[in-house]
Nanobody, 125 residues
Framework: QVQLMESGGDSVQPGGSLRLSCAASGVALEHYDIGWFRQVPGKEREGVSKISMSDGSTMYADSVKGRFTISGDNSRNSVYLQMNSLKLEDTGVYYC??????????????????WGRGTQVTVSS
């Protein structure tokens, strides 16, 4: 059974940093794409970033480029999202998701087959 578990969410001030983790069980991530999404109440879930674990290629939403870095560790079967220079608008529940089919996009939810339960990130002053 494939399971994804996010961790690392917290409350921080603007300009702060957080590192989110996505740990997988029941599947070896090295062959698949892992995406990070976020959602705030009343808004659609939006794609933030994606890493293709097979070749390490990454994609980012324009809103987080230069501030967020996605990385993966096949030995730990985990993916990370380093978030720096956090802004108020980065607040939301962050989800990681696994896609079993390679795609050229990062933000289409239908491309992902398994989802974690999310971790809350709150940026406030």
């Amino acid at each position: 059974q494939v399971q994804l578990m996010e961790s690392g969410g917290d409350s921080v001030q603007p300009g702060g940093s957080l590192r989110l983790s996505c740990a997988a069980s029941g599947v070896a991530l090295e062959h698949y794409d892992i995406g990070w999404f976020r959602q705030v109440p009343g808004k659609e879930r939006e794609g933030v970033s994606k890493i293709s674990m097979s070749d390490g290629s990454t994609m980012y939403a324009d809103s987080v480029k230069g501030r967020f870095t996605i990385s993966g560790d096949n030995s730990r079967n985990s993916v990370y999202l380093q978030m720096n220079s956090l802004k108020l608008e980065d607040t939301g529940v962050y989800y990681c998701a696994l896609g079993t089919r390679p795609t050229r996009t990062y933000g289409l939810q239908a491309n992902y087959d398994y989802w974690g339960r999310g971790t809350q990130v709150t940026v406030s002053s």
